[in-house]
């Protein structure tokens, strides 16, 4: 029980070190990351403040030099009488070149006598300005300013205004009128948006006049009293804006001008900031920019990471080591007491490899064996489905049997009859005739050769070589073996191929049994048909020679039409077939590369379809069959 509580004891000690460690890491990565934060955002914050300054102060000067125009001074002096649009023209140029939002002039009675804008609905011309402090202060004989929406476009700006004189040489002389430019303040905001922060500008009653994001212009930074929200009304500085409470949070102070805070609603209450303010002396304002703790959270976790890693690997030194020492104390005893067993381990592991290198030898024996025997039979597999496939081409000859013997009989009956004649014609020294019946012998044993040819081609043996073999050939030779069934049968036979050859890649004699199967089969089947059509057909489509065999008879039964090429499978009576021909023949054209269909014709009858590479004609050479059997090419 006592290592066992020594080691409980050790790894709560162990935990709470790194958690202690961890935290540690943590607090003082929170610190050094707040602090840099800060300094960023004090310097971004000198940045806008001067940027802000500089962006608006550029126009303070030109309603003071706007106002000493001797056009504006001259309309002024009699607006009754002139025409009002070459000032108002002039107006809206001085606009375009300075780049400001409006330019319009007041009379001494605040009514807007021209603008820039004469032309737009919301013009200001006809309108009374005298609630607004630029008036004010301008027709008191001072340069004024004011921030706020305005009255017909509700837009934000900023205005400039000044007084216009027409005598300012008299002690009690008053202005005549004022001249006031609007500038709009949505080009300093679109350069805050580029920032990674918020940035807020607020007056004197805490109004988010600017900020960098849309949704949070024309709220107050902190919750408004009624009576402050009815001085704002009464001013008309922000029209009739609701200026809802931007829900603000000040969670901890942080320095005099600075304090984390984070918001109970709007766009910005899924973060927590790091919030600074700064004056805006020139015109009253406060400047606030927000930057997201999103770093100090990022810097805090990877410093508890660190420091829990570097722990780790303290404590993990410092286990390894004592495990060590600890290993090597066993070690040391360990390899005292291997000393005396050494001898007989060594002695037992010869043995035992001597074991199993005998043990291996007798398994590399049996598997070149297996290896020879597995070899011999796949031999013997490739000769029995060679022999297979002659057999089943010598069964077709043997259908063909009464056919050729027809067709051997009638030659040896004629040349057997003309011999006769001519013994006897030459007892009668009638020369002529004899020489005549001797020439129609030599003309039939020409015609026996070539049907003998016929059947010594079919019966070969196939070589199994690849080479280029024409497709109108082949399928003549198939039909030239047929004759005598073809004619009996009063088969009418239609062939339907280009006249240019057709070459494919294969098999001459393999090809060859295809087609004398199939040719078979199909006269098989037309049997008890009245007017019996073999349509055999050959055409080029794209990389691929089809030949077609149809008939017109019966048909495929569609429950068949799946196990047609399937070994023993046959729909003839018994004793008529083995039903190998379609499934030897399918098995050929895989060899070559080709496939074998079969399909029903509409209405009915049966197709079967040969599907083979081409063949370019460019290196197609002179089929062997040509050779040896002219005909036949």
Same mark, same amino acid.
């Given at each position: 029980?006592?290592?066992?509580?020594?080691?409980?004891?050790?790894?709560?000690?162990i935990?709470?070190?790194?958690?202690?460690?961890?935290?540690?890491?943590?607090?003082?990565?929170?610190?050094?990351?707040?602090?840099?934060?800060?300094?960023?955002?004090?310097?971004?914050?000198?940045?806008?403040?001067?940027?802000?300054?500089?962006?608006?102060?550029?126009?303070?000067?030109l309603?003071?030099?706007?106002?000493?125009?001797?056009?504006?001074q001259?309309?002024?002096?009699?607006?009754?009488?002139q025409?009002?649009?070459?000032?108002?023209?002039?107006?809206?140029?001085?606009?375009?070149?300075?780049?400001?939002?409006?330019?319009?002039?007041?009379?001494?009675?605040?009514?807007?006598?021209?603008?820039?804008?004469?032309?737009?609905?919301?013009?200001?011309?006809?309108?009374?300005?005298? @609630?607004?402090?630029?008036?004010?202060?301008?027709?008191?004989?001072?340069?004024?300013?004011?921030?706020?929406?305005?009255?017909?476009?509700?837009?934000?700006?900023?205005?400039?205004?000044?007084?216009?004189?027409?005598?300012?040489?008299?002690?009690?002389?008053?202005?005549?009128?004022?001249?006031?430019?609007?500038?709009?303040?949505?080009?300093?905001?679109?350069?805050?948006?580029e920032?990674?922060?918020?940035?807020?500008?607020?007056?004197?009653?805490?109004?988010?006049?600017?900020?960098?994001?849309p949704?949070?212009?024309?709220?107050?930074?902190?919750?408004?009293?009624?009576?402050?929200?009815?001085?704002?009304?009464?001013?008309?500085?922000?029209?009739?804006?609701?200026?809802?409470?931007?829900g603000?949070?000040?969670?901890?102070?942080?320095?005099?001008?600075?304090?984390?805070?984070?918001?109970?609603?709007?766009?910005?209450?899924?973060?927590?900031?790091?919030?600074?303010?700064?004056?805006?002396?020139?015109?009253?304002?406060?400047?606030?920019?927000?930057k997201?703790?999103?770093?100090?959270?990022?810097?805090?976790?990877?410093?508890?990471?660190?420091?829990?890693?570097?722990?780790?690997?303290?404590?993990?030194?410092?286990?390894?080591?004592?495990?060590?020492?600890?290993?090597?104390?066993?070690?040391?005893? @360990?390899?005292?007491?291997?000393?005396?067993?050494l001898?007989?381990?060594?002695?037992?592991?010869?043995?035992?490899?001597?074991?199993?290198?005998?043990? /291996?030898?007798?398994?590399?024996?049996?598997?070149?064996?297996?290896?020879?025997e597995?070899?011999?039979?796949?031999?013997?597999?490739?000769?029995?489905?060679?022999?297979?496939?002659?057999?089943?081409?010598?069964?077709?000859?043997?259908?063909?049997?009464?056919?050729?013997?027809?067709?051997?009989?009638?030659?040896l009956?004629?040349?057997?009859?003309?011999?006769?004649?001519?013994?006897?014609?030459?007892? /009668?020294?009638?020369?002529?005739?004899?020489?005549?019946?001797?020439?129609?012998?030599?003309?039939?044993?020409?015609?026996?050769?070539?049907?003998?040819?016929?059947?010594?081609? @079919?019966?070969?043996?196939?070589?199994?070589?690849?080479?280029?073999?024409?497709?109108?050939?082949?399928?003549?030779?198939?039909?030239?073996?047929?004759?005598?069934?073809?004619?009996?049968?009063?088969?009418?036979?239609?062939?339907?191929?280009?006249?240019?050859?057709?070459?494919?890649?294969g098999?001459?004699?393999?090809?060859?049994?295809?087609?004398?199967?199939?040719i078979?089969?199909?006269?098989?089947?037309?049997?008890?048909?009245?007017?019996?059509?073999?349509?055999?057909?050959?055409?080029?489509?794209?990389?691929?020679?089809?030949?077609?065999?149809?008939?017109?008879?019966?048909?495929?039964?569609?429950?068949?039409?799946?196990?047609?090429?399937?070994?023993?499978?046959?729909?003839?009576?018994?004793?008529?077939?083995?039903? /190998?021909?379609?499934?030897?023949?399918?098995r050929?054209?895989?060899?070559?590369?080709?496939?074998?269909?079969?399909?029903?014709?509409?209405?009915?009858?049966?197709? @079967?379809?040969?599907?083979?590479?081409?063949?370019?004609?460019?290196?197609?050479?002179?089929?062997?069959?040509?050779?040896?059997?002219?005909?036949?090419a």
């Amino acid at each position: 029980m006592k290592p066992r509580r020594w080691k409980g004891i050790w790894l709560v000690a162990i935990t709470l070190g790194l958690i202690l460690v961890m935290w540690q890491a943590a607090h003082l990565a929170r610190e050094q990351a707040i602090s840099t934060l800060q300094e960023d955002a004090e310097n971004e914050l000198r940045l806008s403040v001067a940027n802000l300054n500089g962006y608006l102060l550029r126009y303070d000067y030109l309603p003071q030099m706007l106002a000493t125009r001797e056009g504006v001074q001259r309309f002024l002096a009699s607006p009754e009488t002139q025409n009002a649009m070459p000032l108002n023209l002039l107006l809206d140029r001085f606009r375009f070149t300075a780049g400001v939002s409006d330019v319009y002039l007041l009379d001494r009675d605040a009514n807007t006598i021209a603008a820039s804008n004469w032309h737009r609905p919301n013009t200001f011309l006809g309108h009374n300005y005298a @609630f607004r402090s630029y008036y004010t202060e301008a027709i008191a004989g001072r340069q004024g300013r004011f921030y706020g929406l305005g009255v017909q476009s509700l837009e934000r700006g900023y205005f400039f205004s000044a007084p216009v004189w027409l005598d300012d040489t008299s002690p009690d002389a008053q202005p005549s009128g004022v001249i006031v430019i609007k500038v709009l303040l949505d080009e300093v905001e679109e350069g805050w948006a580029e920032q990674d922060a918020e940035l807020l500008v607020t007056d004197n009653d805490n109004i988010i006049f600017m900020a960098s994001r849309p949704e949070l212009r024309m709220n107050a930074l902190y919750a408004l009293s009624d009576e402050q929200r009815q001085t704002l009304r009464d001013t008309r500085r922000y029209a009739i804006e609701p200026l809802s409470p931007s829900g603000i949070n000040i969670d901890a102070p942080y320095g005099p001008v600075s304090a984390l805070v984070s918001f109970s609603q709007g766009p910005l209450s899924s973060s927590r900031y790091l919030s600074l303010t700064r004056p805006v002396v020139e015109f009253g304002w406060h400047m606030h920019i927000l930057k997201p703790l999103t770093p100090v959270v990022r810097a805090q976790w990877i410093a508890a990471l660190m420091a829990g890693g570097l722990y780790g690997m303290i404590v993990l030194g410092g286990g390894i080591g004592w495990q060590r020492l600890r290993l090597r104390r066993e070690r040391e005893a @360990f390899a005292e007491r291997e000393r005396h067993t050494l001898a007989l381990v060594r002695d037992e592991l010869e043995a035992s490899v001597e074991r199993r290198t005998h043990d /291996l030898v007798a398994s590399n024996q049996r598997l070149s064996n297996e290896i020879e025997e597995r070899r011999r039979a796949e031999a013997n597999l490739r000769q029995t489905q060679d022999e297979l496939i002659q057999a089943a081409k010598l069964a077709v000859l043997g259908q063909l049997a009464a056919g050729i013997n027809h067709e051997l009989n009638q030659p040896l009956a004629a040349i057997r009859a003309y011999g006769e004649n001519a013994r006897r014609f030459l007892t /009668l020294s009638r020369v002529d005739q004899a020489d005549a019946n001797l020439e129609q012998i030599v003309e039939l044993t020409k015609r026996m050769a070539d049907i003998s040819a016929q059947l010594r081609q @079919f019966s070969r043996k196939s070589s199994e070589r690849q080479e280029t073999i024409s497709v109108q050939a082949c399928i003549e030779y198939a039909l030239r073996l047929f004759q005598g069934r073809l004619r009996d049968g009063h088969v009418t036979v239609e062939q339907h191929w280009p006249k240019e050859t057709l070459w494919v890649t294969g098999d001459l004699v393999r090809l060859e049994q295809v087609l004398v199967n199939l040719i078979s089969n199909a006269l098989h089947a037309m049997q008890e048909t009245l007017e019996p059509r073999l349509i055999l057909s050959a055409a080029l489509n794209e990389k691929q020679v089809t030949i077609s065999i149809m008939d017109n008879g019966p048909g495929i039964g569609d429950q068949h039409l799946a196990q047609i090429f399937e070994p023993f499978f046959t729909t003839k009576a018994p004793g008529s077939g083995l039903g /190998l021909g379609l499934s030897i023949s399918s098995r050929i054209m895989d060899d070559l590369g080709g496939k074998l269909q079969a399909v029903n014709r509409d209405p009915t009858g049966a197709c @079967f379809i040969i599907s083979l590479p081409f063949a370019p004609p460019i290196h197609a050479p002179v089929p062997s069959t040509q050779q040896e059997n002219n005909s036949h090419a």
